[in-house]
């Protein structure tokens, strides 16, 4: 079945630790997307990949980093700078269509809680 | 710039009720895009209905249905006879097209609690 994993479903993290979320798609969707969600809020973008080697900052990247080495995964890293991390994290992904990127398809997130 | 507004923050309703959620959204861009997503407790996003800014024409999916108006710039949800298992946080959200950014950013409004009760 095709579709967007990530993993682990929940994570704790200590006070100034960093920590690595994970987004894989078998969708062959050329961008991705990480939102985060906070209680009684909307999604906000943290970063986004049109393609491999390739990532943009979204609204809200302080305090995180990306990587796209693969088409398939986008991980996300929430370093010790992110001063309020604790929140529901999205991965998304879509396909490009003439240069512009179609449907957004979420997975089913990771919620993070630090300790 | 872009924004999405859901008004209504929760809404409960009985089982077999109709229910609207609304939607109103600004923008400049001429070309642009309106999504709505559902979120169940389990917390992904589910897609649900995507429609461009040169479609008026109203969409109807089984119990769902869609109302774009441009005039007033809202894209309204209407669930008919709901259930129980419609009980989600819907959300609203607006791409924009050719004026925008290239990749084509998603503003999404706050979104809006239903709860059915059985």
């Known amino acids: 079945d095709g579709g967007i994993t990530q993993s682990p479903k929940y994570l704790f993290r200590k006070e100034g630790q960093n920590v690595t979320l994970s987004c894989e798609q078998n969708?062959?969707?050329?961008?991705m997307y990480w939102y985060r969600q906070d209680p009684g809020q909307g999604l906000r973008l943290i970063y986004y990949?049109?393609?491999?080697?390739?990532?943009q900052k979204g609204d809200i990247a302080e305090g995180y980093s990306v990587s796209r080495e693969k088409k398939e995964s986008f991980p996300l890293t929430v370093t010790s700078a992110q001063k309020n991390p604790t929140a529901f994290y999205l991965c998304?992904?879509?396909?490009?269509?003439?240069?512009?990127?179609?449907?957004?398809?979420f997975g089913p997130g990771t919620r993070l809680t630090v300790l | 710039a872009q924004k999405v507004t859901q008004a209504q923050t929760e809404i409960s309703v009985v089982e077999k009720e109709d229910v609207t959620l609304d939607c109103v959204y600004e923008?400049?861009?001429?070309?642009?895009?309106l999504f709505w997503y559902k979120q169940p407790p389990s917390g992904e996003l589910v897609f649900l209905i995507r429609?461009?800014?040169?479609?008026?024409q109203n969409e109807i999916s089984g119990r769902y249905s869609w109302n774009f108006q441009k005039s007033t710039s809202s894209f309204n949800f209407t669930i008919t006879a709901s259930q129980v298992v419609d009980s989600a946080v819907y959300f609203c959200?607006?791409?924009?097209?050719?004026?925008?950014?290239?990749?084509?950013?998603?503003?999404f409004g706050q979104g809006t609690i239903l709860t059915v009760h059985p």
């Open positions: 998304a992904s879509s396909v490009m269509t003439s240069g512009y990127t179609d449907t957004q398809y």
């Open positions: 969708l062959n969707h050329d961008a």
């Open positions: 990949s049109q393609i491999v080697n390739d990532f």
């Open positions: 923008t400049r861009d001429t070309t642009y895009y």
């Open positions: 429609r461009n800014s040169f479609d008026e």
């Open positions: 959200a607006l791409r924009d097209g050719a004026g925008g950014t290239s990749y084509g950013k998603l503003t």
